[in-house]
């Protein structure tokens, strides 16, 4: 009896045929399929999770940046006013927004701030696991002003991208949540905030 053997040709085109093969898409190309990222806790929008400089696939902890915050430097002229990571409110629409990471910046010097640094972790307080990222907000902050970094879906202008994998968003524990700021010369601010447990909710 004859067995039918495809050849190899014939392989590769059913591959590029079939569909399923969409299974190993890697839409960040960080060398981790879409597929994974949630396993790994990681974004499949985000080729470095955690803003370390290390693309998933290379970090050892792809969602555990070490903290670029240098101590020192002259004292800061901000400060951080609300560190909210639940019931925030969109200031527009006058409406709940879903939960999310907002810090309140307020410039109380006589010049332009910008430049800013801001590390954040989250540790769940049921299995102590920890999170850390880096991200580099694009605010300016007028002399005697004062702006809002928020990090959630990404979608507004100006705000940053939260990982959806992260514990923040996955775990309904109790969070204990830290953020520092830093501007470049200046010596870092720091404010931490406890999140009830019930996990991230959408708004009502
Ligand atoms: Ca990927
Ligand atoms: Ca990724
Ligand atoms: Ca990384
Ligand atoms: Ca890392």
Known sequence: MKT???????????????????????????????????????????ADTDGDGMDDLADNDPVLAASPIVAGGAVATFRIGEL???????????????????????????????GFTLFYTFTDADS???????????????AGAEARIHVDDGTKAGHLRANPNSIYLTSVAGKHVTAEL????????????EKDPGGAEVAD
Request: glycine letters at 4%; charged letters at 15%.
């Open 4 to 46: 039918f053997t495809p050849s190899l040709a014939a392989l590769l085109l059913i591959g590029a045929l079939t569909p399923a093969l969409a299974a190993n898409a890697d839409t960040d190309n960080d060398g981790i399929p879409d597929l994974a990222e949630p396993l790994l806790h990681t974004d499949p929008m985000n």
């Open 84 to 114: 909210l990571v639940e019931n925030n409110v969109d200031p527009v629409a006058h409406k709940d927004a879903p939960d999310h990471l907002e810090v309140q910046v307020i410039n109380d010097g006589s010049t332009e701030l910008t």
């Open 128 to 142: 102590g696991a920890t999170e850390a990222y880096v991200v580099h907000p694009a605010v300016s902050i007028p």
């Open 182 to 193: 830093q501007v470049a010369g200046m010596a870092p601010v720091s404010a931490t905030v």
